[in-house]
């Protein structure tokens, strides 16, 4: 598992690194990305793209997840996400929160297109971020 999770993998380590990231499984996308682009910095757009990507699908799944489970009471910790809606995945991204702002959106039926769109504009902006410090 730790070659898929390295620079030497390539494209395909990154995109499952960032989908593994984004589950609540621990990883650390953000150096995979760095590395990469450190060896391969004529490969910035596509891993920027995969990476985003892959994220986001790791995202949506705990989303999904999340959304099979039954409707009970609001907790107070899911009215955030209920009184801001779909726009507040932009900080999906964000250690600690971000997974459980995207299962509290998954549990409350937010709109998965809405969900996905702007969790995946937080995820390209830090990726983006990421690159920039990479190509430095």
């Not at 993998?9 to 609540?24: D, I, M, N, P, V």
């Not at 009970?72 to 964000?94: D, F, M, Q, T």
Request: aromatic content about 8%.
């Amino acid at each position: 598992m730790e070659f898929l999770a390295s620079p030497e993998a390539g494209l395909t380590g990154l995109f499952l690194s960032s989908f593994l990231a984004a589950t609540l499984l621990p990883g650390g996308s953000e150096a995979v990305l760095f590395a990469l682009l450190k060896l391969h910095p004529d490969q910035a757009v596509p891993a920027l793209v995969l990476a985003t990507i892959g994220n986001t699908l790791g995202g949506m799944t705990t989303y999904g997840m999340a959304r099979l489970l039954p409707e009970r009471k609001l907790p107070e910790k899911s009215a955030v996400v209920a009184r801001h809606g779909a726009p507040i995945l932009v900080l999906a991204w964000a250690p600690i929160i971000g997974d459980a702002l995207c299962a509290a959106a998954g549990w409350l039926r937010l709109p998965w297109l809405r969900c996905a769109l702007w969790m995946a504009l937080g995820k390209a902006l830090r990726y983006g971020v990421v690159m920039a410090g990479a190509t430095l």
